[in-house]
């Protein structure tokens, strides 16, 4: 169970290969972090004001099966595990085979660390944390 | 009348101004024009296997007020005038402001000519044109 | 006579299509607009701490001849013309063919701005436009 | 001892948080690899003639410092081993600080598989693979 988010292949993500480039899945990666975040009611500017920044420390990704033009892609955000001031996220990217089964395309691993805009490690909120663990828990995919 | 589409700001669409990239809002502009197309029952995909391929032949964008990260754009694409092979799209990047009106972030115009694989120009196909034009009357925004 | 800068066209900058992306010539046209600056002794770094921002007000580009993986390509820059707080640039895309002939792939006019980072129109400090006039005469190609 | 390929950072590198986008070191990561196959004698253009395909399977990278507007990297490319049909590099951002000294600010492992354009993997001939191996031996930082 993770939380789940569209996106649509285009042009502008693909290379002269006919797939999506390498290093694009890590933005779809950040859009469905990103819309996970204000989900659970954090937007970027509310967590701003807030002064605190999740920061991205360490990416893992292995590729399996290449997306395409046109290709409508499911991204996934999950708590793998989480410390004080930093948390592991897995993260996927699926898509609907002809039989209607979902396959995964790429697996990633994403360290993010919690800091405060003077870029000093801080404690991840317990309210944050909270948000964040429930939703890997309870939102059905 | 136009064709609206929305489009989320994130982190990969912004640069160190603190602003979108000049360039990314040509991604933007594709990505509606795609839909557009989806919206009138022609995908990439079904253009490919009729031989028919729009190919952008000059751009023309003014940029009135920048897009921030976070920001809640919609995309229009309305056909400003056609010919026999090519036609002209005016669109625009608009966001709300917080009297609840609509702003015009950038008005562009793009060119776009209608050719076969082998790189010919070809006419728009009838049934295609029809819809695109209608779809310009029709949908209200 | 123009300011001449090399790029080389990698798989990031192409797409499903085989060539560059439309909207990617615009990032190679900022990078040679960014390296004249940098040869008339401006960095972006300079140009901030005297309180100058030179912001792109309006882009208008021909698509004559794709770009494709691997090619060697040379971004020009040349003023078109000026006025006190604003000047147009003349940008081509240029590729050696097989007879050893520079072929234009590309043609863009960039309108430019110059303001203060409050975002008020400011006249362009004499001492650089003269270095960018003077460039655009005397920098052979 | 390993390849090194310079890269300056422009405004399309950045994202509003005022430093490199961290999905675009995979783009500077990519274009250091391809130089250093063209420095072997090996361009896209020839692999793909011959029938072969580097493909990345996985990618790792750890975020140590950021780059920001302006700056000046080197790239470096080293095997860090091999195998029949595949192999593995380590890739680094480098950047000098002011005291002269090059600090790491990304420290990358770059798994790739050779196959052809079937998609069958296939063994790294030894001409290449001996070439990629003394580079890493031979060519001075």
């Known amino acids: 169970m993770s939380f789940r988010w569209p996106v649509r292949v285009y042009f502008e993500d693909t290379d ?4 999506v480039y390498y290093a694009n899945y890590f933005r779809f ?4 972090r990103t819309e996970w975040l204000r989900a ?7 967590l701003r004001s807030d002064d ?3 920061v991205v420390r360490e990416v893992r990704a292995r590729y399996l099966r290449p997306a395409r033009l046109d290709d409508e892609l499911t991204l996934t955000v999950r708590v793998e595990s ?14 609907r085979n002809e039989q209607g089964e979902e396959e995964c395309l790429v697996q990633a691993d994403i360290s993010i660390a919690c800091m405060n805009h ?6 991840i909120p317990a309210v944050i944390l909270n948000a964040m663990t429930s939703s890997a828990d309870g939102q059905a995919g």
Chains 1, 2, 3, 4 share one sequence.
Request: aromatic letters at 6%.
């Open 16 to 19: 002269a290969g006919g797939i």
């Open 29 to 32: 990666l950040e859009r469905a």
């Open 40 to 46: 659970l009611g954090y937007s970027q500017e509310s």
């Open 52 to 54: 605190i920044l999740f």
């Open 82 to 95: 989480s410390r004080k001031a930093s948390l592991v996220l897995a993260q996927e990217v699926l898509r």
């Open 118 to 123: 003077g870029g000093r490690p801080q404690g």
